[in-house]
């Protein structure tokens, strides 16, 4: 292990690179990790929560200045914390961050439910993350429509007022009745809308269905037209959740083959204790409270990644960490279906919460445990205002330990076979003050998304492109690009790949030596 000295040293280079919102430098790793030497494609995600403006923006009625502003620093922070993608939420509570023809304009933006913001916000976040060469996944909330319990209050255009039997209230908010098939055809356009019309990298559903397992959710009326053939209450339920998800896979897929579809649920399926295929929790379980067959979903092939929100510590006697990582890889195993990680950044040195969130390790422990299950393709953080805070220097220990390279992002199985970028022209690799300048041209007829730089001793072979020890950066593309790497010393060899949207790569360019 690293002497304390040195661990505090790299942990305040960490934090002050990103105060700067500049890149943690790659040296900046605990000798304890020094050798670990991270997947070339792994999620690093952050969700951006706009309900109740939770992190952007940060309050309702900011001019469109300041709201752009405000996300563009979200940017700078997920640079800086080495992530690859963002996850925005733009439909909160059955509203809009654009301009949509079935629901009015979010309150959160202004304040007023309905009033133009004076911008498109969903068009212009989609254009800036682009351009840092991050992956923007649009988050919906399918079923909910008000944070508050009055139909009266909503719009006098939204929905609900124009179909006030489409809404339930419960537990002071209000919910769209997932029971009723024209609901159900109808939170599908408003979602596609975005999905036809914006140039996302995925449509991203979170853990909220049916709000609770009760008749005191009064969709009575909609169980006795439509649930006849089913055993139960719960059991039609379920399976008005099992559409929801089927159609919304088979929608994307028609309109977007290439953005991914997928759903962070809440972490248990089920309690052994009540199914000998759930996992030894003892906690709140998705199937029956809310109606979600999570497992059945990657079961059936439904989604392209399931990101169940594991927000426990290892070793919590209801719902172990630990124990729960290896149970969700079990389910995605063999399966066509991503998984990767809600982590509870949140709750690291949180007011409230038990000791071992006070314990700065307690997250980068979570992937240091992950490592031992390939099926974990990466990880999601809830939420950025966390990330940005960074209690206990626990976000940048998980930086300094685990992101040590660069990374790709994750590639569908579904898409790997499609056609590759084509391959770039590395036009020189030349000495500069500051480092190694290299030049990339692209060819064929579009820009790809970015490029994967590598770097070598020695002439590169095949296997070279697959271990990211030898990836330096990857920058946000153009037809012509300069970067300059800061480590380039005379005689490293540098390789560029083009890098598609769907994280596809193309085959590595001509080598250039850097000359002095």
């Not at 942990?11 to 105060?19: S, V």
């Not at 307690?362 to 445990?369: A, D, I, V």
């Amino acid at each position: 292990m690293s002497s304390p000295t040195r661990r505090t040293v790299l942990r305040g280079l960490a934090l002050a690179a990103a105060a700067t919102a500049v890149p943690l430098p790659a040296f900046a790793s605990t000798s304890a990790f020094a050798e670990y030497v991270p997947p070339l494609r792994q999620m690093r995600g952050m969700w951006i929560a706009s309900v109740v403006n939770i992190n952007w923006p940060s309050k309702p009625g900011l001019t469109a200045d300041q709201q752009k502003a405000e996300y563009l620093a979200w940017l700078d922070l997920a640079q800086a914390r080495k992530l690859n993608a963002v996850f925005v939420q733009i439909r909160p509570t059955a509203d809009a961050f654009w301009p949509s023809p079935f629901e009015p304009w979010s309150q959160y933006l202004t304040g007023t439910q309905g009033q133009d913001p004076g911008y498109d916000p969903l068009a212009f976040v989609v254009e800036e993350t682009h351009k840092r060469g991050l992956a923007f996944h649009a988050w919906f909330n399918p079923y909910r429509v008000s944070m508050q319990p009055d139909p009266s209050k909503l719009h006098p255009d939204h929905p609900g007022t124009k179909h006030p039997d489409w809404i339930v209230p419960y537990g002071g908010k209000l919910y769209y009745n997932p029971g009723m098939p024209e609901v159900r055809a109808f939170v599908q356009d408003a979602m596609m809308d975005a999905v036809t019309r914006y140039d996302i990298d995925g449509l991203h559903f979170d853990d909220y269905f049916y709000p609770v397992n009760t008749s005191a959710f009064d969709d009575s009326a909609a169980f006795a037209k439509y649930g006849q053939d089913f055993p139960d209450l719960a059991a039609w339920r379920r399976n008005n959740v099992d559409l929801l998800v089927q159609e919304m896979q088979q929608r994307v897929r028609q309109a977007k083959p290439e953005i991914a579809w997928g759903i962070s649920p809440s972490g248990i399926w089920r309690n052994k204790t009540t199914d000998p295929l759930g996992s030894e929790t003892g906690g709140s379980q998705s199937y029956d409270s809310l109606h979600a067959d999570t497992r059945g979903w990657v079961k059936k092939g439904w989604l392209d990644y399931i990101a169940p929100q594991l927000y426990w510590y290892i070793g919590q006697s209801n719902a172990d960490y630990a124990k729960l990582v290896p149970w969700w890889s079990d389910v995605a195993a063999g399966t066509p279906t991503q998984l990767w990680i809600g982590q509870a950044a949140y709750k690291a040195g949180a007011a409230g919460q038990p000791a071992q969130w006070f314990q700065p390790d307690e997250l980068t422990r979570h992937l240091t445990l992950n490592r031992d299950h390939p099926q974990v393709g990466g990880d999601i953080w809830y939420n950025s205002g966390d990330v940005r805070d960074d209690r206990l220097g626990s976000v940048t220990t998980v930086v300094t330990d685990h992101y040590t390279r660069p990374a790709l992002g994750p590639l569908l199985p579904r898409l790997a076979g499609g056609a590759a970028p084509r391959r770039p022209v590395l036009v020189w690799a030349r000495r500069v003050d500051g480092g190694a300048e290299l030049r990339i041209l692209a060819t064929g007829g579009d820009a790809p998304f970015q490029y994967a730089v590598f770097r070598l001793d020695r002439p590169a072979r095949p296997e070279d492109f697959a271990d990211a020890r030898n990836l330096v950066a990857v920058v946000p593309a153009d037809r012509h690009v300069r970067w300059v790497d800061p480590a380039g010393t005379r005689g490293a060899y540098y390789y560029v790949t083009a890098v598609d949207r769907a994280n596809r790569q193309s085959p590595p360019s001509q080598g250039r030596r850097v000359q002095w």
